[in-house]
């Protein structure tokens, strides 16, 4: 285990609205409001032909494959996350939302591209005094969280 401290700053509350890409829009926030550290909650609707990473397609081959859920309607979602910059100070969202759509729900990472359907509500807790980085992991290919 590695961890780091960290105090609480500012709070944000955010509407997204509809066409909205998820990751995209965090980030850019993140990099007009100068946050390099949050935590970030969402509730709210997702589009059809959103892209949600569902795991790897074998977990412990030498070679880590993503594999890839599209939504095929519109979904209720709810979800939690993190931003910490990368090695370049860049602010990278890590966040896996729930999609529920009748009696089928789906859970992944929004990296590959989730849209927003009318309304995505976000809150974004800054985090203050934490030095943590997102660094490239030559074994897995991930850009793991360094506290």
């Not at 990099?31 to 390099?36: A, M």
């Amino acid at each position: 285990m590695q961890y780091s401290q960290a105090g609480q700053g500012r709070v944000f509350v955010i509407r997204l609205e509809d066409g909205d890409i998820l990751h995209e829009s965090i980030e850019k926030f993140a990099r007009e409001k100068s946050i390099v550290t949050a935590a970030v909650t969402a509730v709210g609707g997702v589009d059809k032909g959103s892209r949600i990473i569902v795991g790897p397609d074998n977990g412990r081959a030498a070679k880590i494959v993503p594999m890839e859920y599209v939504l095929d309607d519109v979904y209720e979602v709810t979800g939690c996350g993190t931003i910490f910059p990368d090695e370049d100070g860049n602010p990278v969202l890590h966040m896996h939302l729930a999609c529920g759509r009748n009696e089928h729900t789906v859970t992944g990472c929004v990296r590959a591209g989730v849209k927003v359907w009318h309304v995505l509500e976000i809150i974004i807790t800054e985090l203050t005094g934490c030095s943590a980085r997102r660094c490239l992991d030559a074994v897995t290919g991930f850009r793991l969280l360094r506290p």
